[in-house]
């Protein structure tokens, strides 16, 4: 049996609420977009990986499906850091038996950790299904051909059982930028969200009943000749990446990690607008980072909560022992808790995030970026990256003259900067080889370190006056906790000011390394 030529799959998978399908499948701006019969058909699927799921590891997807009378075997293989998110390896083959069968899959497409395991195909066994019906509906838009996809139905893994209810956006042929312009149409009929986690992925998470793993930033890998254009869609790829991971974290775990790296995630993107602002236009680069700033403020009191209960109220605690203050304190703060961490779910669960994401990959993959960066797309990016490094460092070490002594309020401005300069210096480090950025950006770690605490001992002074308001306010023990928290964090923010002389002194003898 033959495989199929096409090695890519290129779609937008989309959540939609049952009540909103009767109004999408009705709107004239679907009715518009249609090239041709809708087909129904109901497609169970079953997945095959190793006893000890190599293939998951290696990031590779092997699914059979019965469409009709046909078997169809594919691999699928998940996008690297830096190439886009909605961009797979696809591979697919016409089988005729009930197991797979690796031999038709081209040289190149098993990944590389794979392809030298003789044994694989012998040691490939079911470990998860798909059931359910699909609604294939084909679009044109522009000269690009689509399929919009309705599935409805369950993942099924063991006993564990998961629905199925949501859109796929597909390009069968044509233009990229014509896929997300089709998504934003219909996003204007109903609130579409992003569904960051594939089918598959789901099914793992049922299968091994533990939720996806918060994720940490990775150095985006630039080789030394790299252009300014493809420089910036990695480093941007990289960040999207990051935060699509830390997504599906929040929305299935109360791990604190979570909410941490996604604001990670957004200030990096935030940071890699400011690093190639000369590269685009300024209206642009504005929009889109005031839009991830919108989504980051609605993530900052679940993030200082987390830091409250996790870190400053258990040193707290060491300091003073068990007080019935701190434990009314803590109460209070667990509920507001709850509470944030719910509206940072709804965020992302609901159109909010989408509306934030999709302009930016749509610029970034549609060509949007490559029209308006011009000449500048070519230049070379060691040179953006010198003159963009030259600059930060130069600003922060005239921010940081007088560094003892300074105002708590001018350490914020400080940290920030140090911020900039830290991701700019980790974007950019593979550029320039050698040792000297890793000693470099290490020592401004530190700093950074401790500009953290005392930021953080400043939000806790203002979160606990929060907590003390109202009604809570007038409770003696939360009263006499509240007092004990704010003596820990001034005793903390004391303690991190006067250790910070030494270590700007370590990063300020360290060498420039783009030099």
């Avoid at 935060?243 to 974290?249: G, I, S, V, Y």
């Amino acid at each position: 049996m033959a495989a199929s030529g096409r090695e890519r799959e290129v779609e937008l998978a989309l959540r939609v609420a049952g009540a909103d399908l009767p109004v999408l499948l009705a709107s004239p701006a679907l009715a518009q977009l249609r090239a041709g019969p809708d087909r129904l058909r109901r497609l169970v699927s079953s997945y095959h990986d190793t006893p000890d799921l190599a293939l998951r590891a290696a990031g590779a997807v092997l699914r059979l499906r019965g469409t009709g009378r046909r078997r169809v075997q594919t691999l699928k293989t998940a996008p690297r850091m830096d190439e886009a998110a909605i961009s797979r390896g696809e591979w697919e083959a016409t089988i005729a038996g009930a197991r797979p069968d690796l031999s038709l899959l081209p040289a190149g497409a098993l990944p590389a950790e794979l392809a030298s395991d003789a044994d694989l195909g012998d040691r490939l066994l079911p470990v998860f299904e798909t059931d359910f019906r699909r609604r294939a509906i084909p679009l044109r838009h522009g000269g690009s051909l689509l399929e919009l996809a309705i599935d409805e139905g369950e993942i099924r893994a063991g006993d564990a059982r998961e629905a199925i209810l949501e859109i796929e956006v597909e390009l069968r042929e044509g233009e990229v930028a014509d896929l997300f312009a089709v998504a934003a149409q219909l996003r204007a009929v109903v609130p579409l969200s992003l569904q960051v986690l594939p089918k598959s992925a789901r099914a793992h998470l049922l299968l091994s009943g533990r939720p996806p793993a918060p994720v940490r930033a990775s150095r985006p890998r630039l080789e030394r000749d790299v252009a300014v254009g493809p420089a910036f869609a990695a480093i941007a790829r990289n960040c999207l990446a990051q935060l699509r991971a830390n997504a599906a974290a929040i929305e299935r775990s109360d791990d604190p990690e979570g909410v941490h790296q996604f604001r990670v995630a957004l200030r990096r993107l935030r940071s890699a607008f400011s690093v190639f602002s000369d590269a685009m236009p300024a209206a642009t680069r504005r929009r889109m980072a005031a839009s991830l700033r919108g989504v980051a403020r609605r993530c900052d009191p679940a993030r200082e909560l987390d830091v409250f209960l996790d870190e400053m109220l258990p040193a707290t605690r060491g300091r003073a022992g068990r007080h019935p203050g701190l434990d009314a304190v803590e109460a209070a703060g667990r509920r507001a808790r709850v509470v944030a961490r719910a509206r940072v779910r709804a965020m992302l669960e609901g159109p909010a995030f989408a509306d934030a994401i999709l302009p930016l990959e749509a610029w970034i993959e549609g060509g949007g970026w490559k029209e308006a960066a011009g000449a500048r797309f070519d230049m070379p990016a060691r040179d953006l990256a010198r003159r963009v490094l030259r600059r930060l460092h130069r600003k922060l070490l005239r921010d940081g003259r007088g560094i003892k002594g300074m105002p708590v309020e001018d350490l914020h401005e400080l940290r920030l900067r140090a911020k900039k300069l830290r991701y700019a210096a980790e974007f950019f480090r593979d550029l320039f080889p050698g040792r000297g950025a890793r000693r470099q950006v290490e020592a401004l770690s530190r700093v950074q370190g401790l500009l953290g605490t005392i930021n953080d001992a400043a939000s806790t002074r203002l979160l606990v006056a929060r907590l003390s308001r109202g009604r809570a306010g007038r409770d003696p023990a939360i009263q006499n906790g509240v007092a004990l928290v704010l003596g820990w964090c001034a005793a903390r923010e004391s303690d991190c000011i006067e250790r910070l002389p030494g270590p700007w002194e370590e990063f300020r003898g360290t060498r420039a390394f783009w030099k």
